[in-house]
């Protein structure tokens, strides 16, 4: 289970800081080979990559004269002395740190740092040295050490003039080195750097107490190279527990000489036992000025997570909530528990918190969630919700029981349809998806030669869409689906599948009115719900059933598939009046007669059905305009049968719709979605792809085209207008008769629609892609999408499409939500107005670098209602993205989805999020989840 990134990520500055230790190691095993005896000596000889000498601590050899003492040549440093004078460190790599410019980079590193941070100038770079690539462990390893000079006087071991110190994959440098044997205390003196592989560190004086690991480092800087991050710290002292103090330090991931921000602390405390720090007087500086201040301060410094407020994740304005600000506070209640506690605060509506908890364990996860408005939705205007309790909630649990067992609960709630709309969830759910009260269980099964799976599922679904019908729900479902590769060739698929459908009585939505319960003008609609009508009204147990087997032949030149099916649904129905469902019939499927002793509450259909896919690749060799290619030419055929069973329009529409055409239909053997409705069929479909395929691969051009030619009418469909009580349009707004009317005249077409697509890339960055349905019967263009998109980088991406599709007239309605009457029929019945439908839209986006800058871009979508004239969404912004941190500035109008469409409300916001990179946002999402609708934009937080 994924935990939270918490607001400050300090684990580098621990290991940075924490390579001071390592400077006490390899002193320590020297001092302990410098304290000779009478009867050991040093035996030393070159090191194998000829870097200096390597030395040990042997036995005395018998008979081998015994040392004489050496002159003093070097002043006794005693622990207390700190009176030596600071040598500077070389300008190079005290300021620059390992840091070098694009200019200088290697060709390759250079492409790699365009590709993955074009914005930076440099990156860090280690620079080579002997033992970087060592892979053992450095405790281990022998210390080499080497210097101009080396003296050894009254316990003072010294070194001096280009000392170096290695041990494994340290190394450490200084101008020299003292060592006190008998205080077990050393110290480095001028230009001290030390290296580990990913880290440095420079300072100018460095002293440890050797037997206890007590390390000072004075004047010192670091960097750590993979995650960017460096510091200073006045003086760094290692206590004998490893906690660290650091007097007046700082952690930025800015390159260095860049201020874009820093932060600092007067006194920090770093303990790697319990992975957490502290710091006092806590400041986060951007450019120099001081943003954010916290006395006391806890972050973590490891992967552990640690207690803490975080960055708000709100922090903009919007026209119904107006200005928004959130203050998170994380709770790390143990390893495998936390918490997160947001009190959010909008100016227009009150005050809400949000908590959620979270726990993982060996076989277990999941998370507790529960939202609420303290003291009522304050937002007077135009609110049916006003001064009212508003919540949400939410439960989800996994368990693992073994490799093959599982079950899970995904269950929410909420106060009002509203709730998600108007304020969201950092819980992930969609304010126009329906809330999941589900409990299911899956088991799989088999071996080498099947495999099955069983599932048990409870799933309610709560709607949260106010002008959309409730949906069914499975109370509940089993299901059994799996294969046996009977043979080499021969495979049995089946499944089995039993689904209790139910829902609440007042599911159908009727229409929005003004609430009664509110002034008049108020433009506050409550939505009109009733119990159905006809075959609609249906809930009860469905039983599915389908089996069949093939015999699948591949060659390299082409492939043939036999394959025979059986399907079977049936069903025990209630909550159904006959004279209801009969009048539904009659009314809705034209033409057909149904006699009343027709009706049944158990009706069931079995459908057998035989298909036969075959198809051939054949290819060549050519050349276009100076490339080569493999051009390909497969043509594919598939025969359909299955006869029409008589008595499917009692069959209730559960989960079942008709499926739109496309060019991937012609290769189906449903033209349904679910199991309410299995269609006939007598059909044979042609259709040839052809493609351009160069000799890496890469696919220039795809063109496919093809049609479905029927031998016998069809007669199995889902009328339109199933469930219209009377003449009163019901929604969808579309005029159901007149769409119902174009669907029985496409099941008499002899052949479907001419389906294509069509894709070329111009390069592995820019591609052109057609999808075009032609109704030759009508002479008509049915569905038609272009989309041009163009993505030569990271940060550059530009997309535009038009989507048409030809759809029936729909009903206008009036500010209050009513349909417009013109008149009246020779039968009296109401006239309505219509306006077109036809879906005709354009969406452009994109995202760029403005230009003669490096670190800025613009971004922006356009999506707009060609049809009705009208904008669906405009967005504009900007952003400056650097090494160490991005600013997303941009501003958002908009319409919802479930506004009336003749008289939509505009709504519009404001969004601000600054990004520290390797410290956290700021203003967390602030509006980010709008910038996904940016086709190749990606969101880059580090």
């Not at 000829?50 to 042997?58: F, L, T």
């Not at 690539?133 to 006087?153: C, H, L, M, R």
């Not at 044997?181 to 001290?192: D, M, P, T």
């Not at 921000?261 to 405390?269: A, F, I, N, R």
Request: aromatic share 12%; net charge negative.
């Amino acid at each position: 289970m994924e935990m939270h990134h918490l607001p400050f990520k300090l684990r580098a500055l621990t290991l940075a800081i924490a390579s001071a230790i390592i400077a006490g190691q390899p002193v320590s095993k020297a001092r302990a080979e410098n304290n000779l005896s009478a009867d050991t000596e040093w035996s030393c000889e070159i090191a194998s990559d000829g870097s200096g000498w390597q030395c040990s601590v042997v036995p005395l050899k018998q008979g081998a004269m015994k040392r004489a003492p050496r002159p003093v040549t070097a002043p006794v440093v005693s622990p207390a002395s700190k009176t030596m004078t600071a040598v500077s460190q070389p300008e190079g790599i005290r300021t620059q740190l390992d840091w070098v410019n694009k200019s200088n980079l290697s060709e390759a590193r250079c492409q790699r740092l365009e590709r993955e941070e074009p914005w930076c100038a440099g990156t860090y770079v280690e620079p080579t040295r002997p033992g970087k690539n060592f892979k053992g462990d450095p405790n281990s390893a022998p210390i080499i050490a080497d210097a101009d000079e080396s003296t050894y006087q009254n316990s003072i071991a010294t070194l001096q003039g280009a000392v170096k110190i290695r041990q494994g994959n340290r190394q450490l440098e200084s101008d020299e080195a003292y060592l006190d044997n008998e205080k077990n205390f050393g110290e480095f003196k001028g230009n001290v750097v030390f290296r580990e592989p990913g880290s440095l560190i420079v300072g100018d004086i460095a002293q440890s107490q050797l037997d206890t690991g007590r390390t000072e480092v004075d004047n010192a800087r670091y960097v750590m190279h993979e995650s960017h991050a460096r510091g200073s710290a006045e003086v760094i002292l290692r206590h004998e527990d490893a906690t660290m103090d650091l007097d007046d330090a700082t952690y930025t991931t800015c390159p260095p000489g860049d201020k874009g921000w820093q932060l600092s602390g007067d006194s920090v405390t770093l303990d790697p036992s319990t992975g957490y720090g502290t710091a006092r007087n806590a400041v986060v500086r951007i450019q120099n000025l001081p943003v954010f201040y916290s006395p006391y301060l806890y972050f973590p410094i490891d992967k552990r997570r640690q207690s803490g407020f975080l960055y708000p994740t709100k922090m903009g304005f919007n026209d119904e909530a107006g200005v928004e600000f959130d203050l998170p506070y994380y709770w790390n209640i143990a390893p495998n528990y936390d918490a997160t506690f947001t009190p959010r605060v909008m100016t227009k509506r009150g005050f809400l918190l949000e908590n959620e908890f979270r726990y993982l364990t060996e076989k277990d996860e999941g998370e507790l969630g529960v939202a609420g408005l303290i003291g009522g939705d304050q937002l007077e205007d135009e609110n049916r919700h006003y001064k009212k309790d508003r919540w949400f909630a939410n439960a989800r649990h996994r368990r693992q029981f073994n490799d093959r067992w599982m079950a899970e609960l995904d269950y929410a709630d909420a106060s009002d349809k509203d709730y998600l709309d108007d304020f969201g969830s950092s819980l992930d759910y969609s304010a126009s998806s329906p809330l999941n009260q589900r409990v299911m269980t899956r088991y799989y099964g088999g071996n080498d030669y099947t495999n099955w799976q069983t599932k048990l599922d409870v799933h309610k679904k709560k709607n949260m869409n106010r002008t959309a019908d409730d949906p069914y729900n499975k109370l509940p479902q089993i299901e059994l689906r799996g294969n046996w590769q009977a043979t080499d060739r021969i495979q049995v698929n089946y499944l089995a599948d039993y689904t209790y459908f139910d829902r609440a009585d007042d599911w159908n939505y009727v229409k929005e009115q003004p609430d009664p319960g509110f002034p008049s003008g108020s433009k506050i609609f409550e939505s009109i719900y009733n119990e159905g009508y006809g075959i609609k009204k249906a809930v009860g147990s469905r039983a599915y059933f389908e089996t069949g087997m093939s015999y699948p032949m591949y060659t390299t030149w082409g492939f043939l598939k036999p394959e025979v099916k059986v399907r079977s649904v049936n069903y025990s129905l209630s909550n159904l009046k006959e004279k209801e469902v009969m009048e539904d019939l009659r009314n809705s499927y034209v033409g057909q007669e149904f006699k009343d002793g027709d009706f049944t509450k158990t009706p069931s259909t079995t459908v057998p059905a035989f298909s036969l896919d075959s198809g051939l690749y054949f290819d060549r060799f050519t050349e276009l305009f100076g490339t080569d290619y493999t051009h390909t030419l497969e043509p594919r055929m598939k025969y359909l049968y299955a006869p029409h069973v008589k008595g499917q329009e009692f069959n209730p529409i559960f989960d079942t719709g008709n499926m739109g055409f496309s060019y991937s239909s012609l290769w189906q053997d449903n033209r349904f979605s679910g199991y309410d409705r299995l269609a006939d069929a007598n059909q044979v479909s042609l259709g040839i792809t052809t493609r351009f395929i160069q000799d890496d691969g890469f696919e220039r051009m795809r063109f496919g085209i093809g049609q479905i030619f029927h031998f016998d009418d069809r007669k199995v469909y889902i009328a339109n207008n199933l469930g219209q009580a009377g003449k009163v349009p019901d929604q969808p707004d579309e005029d159901l008769i007149a769409k119902d009317s174009r669907l029985r005249q496409e099941l008499l077409d002899s052949t479907s629609p001419i389906a294509s697509e069509f894709i070329y890339n111009f390069t592995r960055t820019m591609s052109l892609r057609q999808d075009f349905v032609w109704n030759s019967n009508e002479n008509r263009i049915d569905n038609y999408a272009l989309t041009y998109r163009y993505r030569p980088s990271e940060r550059k991406t530009f997309n535009m499409g038009f989507r048409y599709a030809d759809r029936v007239e729909r009903f206008v309605k009036d500010k209050d939500g009513n349909y417009i009457e013109t008149g009246r029929d020779d039968d009296n019945n109401p006239i309505y107005q219509k306006a077109k439908n036809d879906l005709k839209a354009t969406d452009i986006s994109f995202a760029w670098p403005i230009p003669y800058t490096r670190n800025w871009s613009a971004m922006g979508r356009w999506q707009y209602d060609m049809t009705n004239k009208r904008n669906l969404e405009e967005l504009f912004g900007v952003e400056y993205a650097s090494c160490c941190y991005q600013v997303r500035l941009f501003w958002r109008s908009y319409v919802k989805s479930t506004d009336n469409i003749d008289h939509p409300k505009d709504r519009s916001g404001i969004y601000l999020q600054f990004v520290l990179r390797g410290l956290g946002s700021l203003t967390g999402s602030s509006g980010k989840e709008y910038l996904q609708g940016i086709s190749g934009y990606t969101i880059r937080e580090k």
